[in-house]
């Protein structure tokens, strides 16, 4: 049902970024991990706009084979998740809540 990938391995013409289809809405989660004097925050994302943005962030590492794939309903490979890790610097907050999840 799943497959965890590195980036060479990934079609990436041809691989798009979207909601698992095995899971509802409520299960498609984020965390964030921050502890003591790591220097990085350890990201495990299953939204399709945080996944797009970590994939594109310079600084962000996923882990090896951190790149979760799934096939749609039509057969293709998709991505429906990603581990890794991104300076604990990287991550910000705003005073202003959001409007919008559905991009970054």
Known sequence: MYNSKNRDEIDWKNTKIANNPHLLPEERETF???TGDDEYAYIDAAHPAWIK???????FTPDDRGIVTTLDKNGNEIIVGVKGKIPRNCIRTSLKPRERFDKL
């Open 32 to 34: 964030f991990y921050i």
């Open 53 to 59: 943005h970590l994939l594109n962030h310079p600084e």
